[in-house]
């Protein structure tokens, strides 16, 4: 399903692909580990201060892209589609 996406954006003239999914490290872990083995980055929000909001998740993901949205902790992934 994913190749067929990515597939669709490049020849849509796509640039990336970007997506959220859930930085749960329990409910998320598969499909984190998905998009991470797919080539998926995290995209960080310099202008957004996470430190010490969220202990209970693994530290590496402070700088991959973490946001809360609605209150839910999400990564915020990137995939460059002009490899």
Do not use: T
Request: glycine content about 14%; some cysteine.
């Amino acid at each position: 399903l994913m190749g067929a996406l990515e597939g669709i954006g490049r020849l849509w003239g796509c640039d990336d692909i970007r997506l959220h999914v859930d930085a749960n490290e329990f409910s998320g872990r598969v499909a984190r580990s998905l998009y991470w083995s797919l080539g998926y980055k995290g995209v960080p929000d310099s202008g957004q201060d996470s430190s010490g909001s969220f202990e209970w998740l693994n530290a590496s993901m402070s700088n991959e892209g973490l946001y809360l949205v609605d209150g839910v902790p999400l990564l915020y992934l990137r995939k460059n589609l002009k490899n």
